[in-house]
Structure formats: C-alpha cells, structure tokens
C-alpha cells in the first residue's frame, strides 16, 4: 500500500512536469506578428475563441488563449518624462495600476492593466 502510494506520488510528479513543460512550449509569442499587423494580446477575430500565435511571425503554430495569456510588462518602460520598473497609476482615470507592453510608451501608446 504504501509503495503503490508512493508510486503514484512520483507518477503524478513526472505528469506534472511533462505537462509544465509542454505549457512552457505552448506560449503565447508576444507580440507576434499575423497578416502584417503586430498584436499584443490574443485575437478574436473570425474564431469563436481568443487564440495566439506560437511564434513571433505566425507560422500556423498556434492555440487557444486563457487567462493567463497576456502580454508581459516591457520594464522599464518610458512614459512621459519618467522611467518606470513597474506597474503604476499614473495618468490612469480610475487609479487603476497599468503597464506598457513597449519600452516607449510615448511613441507606441500599447498598455494594459496590472492584474
Ligand atoms: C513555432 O513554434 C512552434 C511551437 O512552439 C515550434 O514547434 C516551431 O519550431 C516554431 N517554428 C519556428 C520556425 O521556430
């Protein structure tokens, strides 16, 4: 009984780190350019779901997005006359904190909210 639960313990460890490891091949390459436009987030259109390219340049490799395919923060990033190293709140309506997905913000203007 005991080795059978102990064999199941290590049986469960190699599953989860096959499947780690094929989430971390699986992601989304942001930003990722498809039909000469680059996006920054996963695309809707023409598909009932949100999906995402593989690679940098869409290669037909691709998959459906969940929550947790989003852009990572471009820190540090510029905005304004400030370097920032992480989320802030400035010149946000609602104080809600945001991060640029570019290193200039001034010139690309490509955001979105922190959690
Ligand atoms: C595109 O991404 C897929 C999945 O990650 C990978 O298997 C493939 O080798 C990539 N293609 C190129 C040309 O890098």
Request: net charge positive.
């Amino acid at each position: 009984m005991a080795l059978g639960l102990r064999l199941l313990l290590v049986w469960l460890c190699l599953l989860h780190s096959v499947v780690g490891y094929d989430y971390e091949e699986g992601k989304c390459a942001f930003p990722f350019r498809y039909k000469r436009r680059t996006f920054y987030s996963c695309i809707r259109s023409s598909s009932k779901h949100d999906w995402c390219s593989l690679n940098k340049t869409y290669q037909g490799y691709w998959k459906y997005c969940g929550k947790q395919d989003i852009a990572d923060c471009a820190f540090p990033f510029w905005y304004k006359r400030m370097i920032y190293r992480e989320c802030t709140d400035d010149g946000n309506l609602f104080g809600k904190k945001w991060c640029s997905l570019t290193q200039n913000f001034n010139k690309d203007g490509i955001w979105r909210y922190c959690d």
